[in-house]
């Protein structure tokens, strides 16, 4: 049984670069992809992943207003959440976790150390 | 009444007209030829006028005409009498009488041509004798006549001699006497002017008859003269003839003795070529029987050795006959062998070209199998090496197709690093979202199953790969401060550009011809002793394969009035050090489009 992961990213690069490295992961992995805050929100709600990938800077609903309202939702407040941002200072990881984040990612991305991070999280 | 009255002195004019007017008429008369009543009109005349001279003359005529007449009507009648003259003329002596002697000579035209002519002639002398004696007749009359004439004068005289005294005075009678005296003279002048007239016509008349007479005979003698010399011209031509007959003839029968002669000849060379003919065809036979008997023998001998010739052919026909028997045993073996050979070639040649066909076949199967394989391959290894049992079921897939393994394996590795090198492309596209290219680059090696030995093999390809979707073209970059901190290489490589990097405008110029470049970025200062980069600019420049190349001076900053007071081309140009990137590259876009431009105008 494979593992759900919603990436949710507004950057197609970006994107295309997730899956192209999870693709490569030997990982018994299914992405899900969102490209705002709400439509993480609907996907998450309709089908609860086991990983949820958050970029923070997006348009129509950021990370910093999806996560919360995750994080309150009974359906998928037991997800992790790990926040896949270019802000890497640290009262921006701070916050990340006080919204209820497990984990803070700063892009640029390294393939191997995301793909470790995911393992790790979907303890596989 | 002319009979009653003779006197010629007393003819009245009436009569003499009448005379004329039956003389008229004796002419037409004749010119009938009614001679009777034209004799009958000339009695008349003769009665009214004697002294008509005319009246004899036609009296010839009348003669003439009547001969002429009995010529035509009886030529027969006349030819016996011209003989008479003839033979006449001939009893007189006379010449004419040549054509007669010799008559048989003459062709008989011309013969009774010639009698002819001979009778008129005479028949003329005749009428000439005639005339003569006719004009001596009148002479004689006249001379009666004049006798009468002074006879009846007298009377007349005696007469008047007899009447004078009575009837006249002497006075009268001398005047009368005096006017017949007067008279009398006067009548015989008259008479004698008729006399005299009458006799010069008679003269002129006579005269006339001569000279027609001579002018004929004169002719005829002419004529007979011509006629002499033409039988002359004749006989010397018949003589001539003659001549010339008899030299022909004697020619032809010269000639015919000749031939006779040419036939003796012949006749005599026939019989000596006969003769020898005969000698020639005994001596042949003799030598043909000669040559008989040669041949026969010859032929007999020629027989013998036939014989034994035939017999050693026979012999050697026989030999050649069982060689030729073993040859050909031979050949046929040979063939045989051959047979043999050739249906093994061909059998070796069908099975190998079964095997070709059979290899092809296999190798068309193997290509397909192999794209078969491949398909499934490059499926399988798209995201990296495939997990186990994929792994396995492609190896099943290899088995089923009949690949061998190591085809196999090679097709997988062919796959593999075509899989890596498309992955590697599509993360350099994406390497500014990457934390490390390197490491990344590292991970998707070890993703794909990649060994280090197969990256270092395939390293230029991939690089080739990575660097062809964002070449910019090969900068030849001369700076002192290559290798240094300061060097800007490893960001022109990271911009796209291949970089030959050179320390000093004489390396550069090593450089230049196989590099190609097509920028070229130069310090504008070097050490002393070198090329400075101006002059190695005008170097550049020299060469018309680098003319156009765009040249760009990293200037320092005390040289920069020196280049901006140059005439630098478009395609020429400058930045100031410390070098400004972005400056930099603009730069080098804006000569590298002017570049282009200009090589596209060109074409």
Redesign the interface.
């Known amino acids: 049984m494979s593992k759900t992961v919603l990436l949710v990213e507004d950057d197609e690069?970006?994107r295309?670069?997730v899956v192209?490295v999870v693709?490569?992961s030997?990982l018994d992995i299914e992405l899900e992809i969102a490209e705002n805050g709400q439509e993480a929100l609907d996907k998450a709600f309709a089908k609860p992943p086991q990983l949820i990938l958050m970029d923070m800077q997006m348009p129509v609903m950021d990370g910093w207003h999806a996560v919360p309202i995750l994080k309150s939702d009974d359906r998928t407040k037991q997800i992790p959440i790990i926040a896949f941002t270019a802000q890497a200072k640290p009262e921006d990881r701070a916050r990340t976790k006080e919204i209820g984040c497990a984990e803070h990612y700063s892009?640029?991305?390294?393939?191997?150390?995301l793909l470790g991070l995911i393992q790790r999280y979907l303890k596989l | 009444m002319a009979v009653k009255n003779p006197n010629p002195v007393q003819l009245n004019p009436a009569s003499k007209e009448a005379a004329r007017q039956c003389l008229l008429l004796a002419d037409k008369h004749l010119k009938e030829l009614n001679f009777k009543l034209c004799r009958e009109q000339l009695q008349k005349a003769k009665e009214l006028d004697p002294s008509n001279p005319y009246i004899y003359a036609f009296e010839d005529r009348i003669v003439y005409f009547e001969q002429q007449e009995k010529k035509k009507s009886d030529p027969k009648a006349a030819r016996p009498v011209v003989l008479e003259e003839v033979q006449e003329a001939v009893a007189k002596g006379q010449p004419a009488t040549e054509g007669a002697k010799a008559p048989s000579a003459h062709p008989p035209d011309e013969e009774r041509r010639r009698k002819e002519a001979e009778s008129r002639a005479a028949a003329e002398e005749q009428r000439r004798k005639e005339l003569e004696a006719r004009v001596a007749a009148e002479e004689r009359k006249r001379k009666e006549l004049e006798a009468r004439i002074a006879a009846e004068e007298n009377k007349r005289l005696e007469a008047e001699k007899r009447h004078k005294p009575a009837h006249h005075d002497p006075t009268e009678e001398q005047i009368r006497r005096e006017i017949e005296s007067r008279v009398a003279e006067e009548r015989k002048k008259q008479d004698a002017d008729l006399w005299a007239a009458t006799e010069a016509r008679l003269v002129e008349e006579r005269r006339k008859q001569e000279d027609e007479l001579r002018v004929a005979v004169e002719a005829r003698i002419k004529e007979e003269r011509i006629k002499k010399e033409m039988e002359a011209r004749y006989l010397d031509e018949r003589m001539k003839k003659e001549a010339e007959i008899r030299a022909a003839v004697e020619a032809r029968l010269a000639e015919e003795r000749m031939k006779k002669d040419m036939e003796e000849r012949i006749l005599h060379e026939r019989r000596q070529q006969e003769v020898e003919v005969r000698a020639s065809m005994e001596l042949r036979l003799a030598e043909e029987q000669r040559k008989k008997e040669l041949e026969a023998r010859s032929s007999i001998e020629a027989r013998l050795a036939e014989e034994k010739l035939k017999q050693e052919v026979e012999a050697r026909a026989l030999e050649e006959q069982r060689r030729k028997e073993a040859e050909a045993r031979a050949a046929e073996e040979r063939k045989k062998a051959e047979e043999m050979r050739r249906q093994l070639e061909e059998l070796t040649q069908a099975l190998e070209q079964e095997k070709k066909a059979r290899e092809e076949i296999t190798t068309k199967n193997l290509q397909n199998a192999v794209k078969q394989l491949r398909a499934s391959m490059e499926v399988a290894w798209?995201?990296?090496?495939p997990?186990e049992d994929v792994g396995r079921s492609l190896h099943d897939i290899a088995v089923s197709l009949s690949i061998p393994p190591e085809v196999e394996q090679s097709v997988q590795r062919e796959v593999k690093l075509e899989m890596y090198s498309r992955?590697v492309k599509?993360?350099i596209s994406?390497r500014?979202?990457?934390?490390?290219s390197s490491?990344?680059l590292e991970?998707?090696r070890k993703?794909y199953q990649v060994s280090v030995s197969e990256y270092l093999e395939n390293e230029s390809k991939f690089l080739l790969d990575l660097v062809a979707d964002q070449y910019k073209g090969t900068v030849l970059f001369v700076s002192r401060t290559i290798g240094s901190k300061e060097d800007l290489t490893p960001r022109l490589k990271s911009s796209g550009f291949a970089v030959v990097p050179s320390q000093t405008p004489e390396v550069a110029l090593e450089k230049i011809e196989k590099v190609n470049p097509n920028v070229i970025l130069c310090d504008s200062e070097f050490p002393e002793g070198g090329l400075s980069g101006m002059r190695f600019l005008h170097v550049v420049r020299a060469s018309s394969k680098f003319n156009f190349v765009p040249f760009i001076f990293l200037a320092e900053p005390g040289d920069v009035g020196q280049l901006q007071s140059s005439e630098l081309k478009p395609n020429e140009g400058f930045v100031k050090k410390p070098v400004d990137w972005e400056d930099l590259t603009s730069h080098i876009n804006e000569k590298l489009q002017h570049f282009r431009e200009y090589i596209s105008s060109i074409s």
């Open positions: 690069d970006n295309d670069l192209f693709a490569r030997r892009k640029p991305m390294d393939p191997e150390e | 798209v995201n990296g090496s997990k992955a599509e993360v994406k500014k979202l990457l934390r490390n490491s990344t991970w998707i993703v």
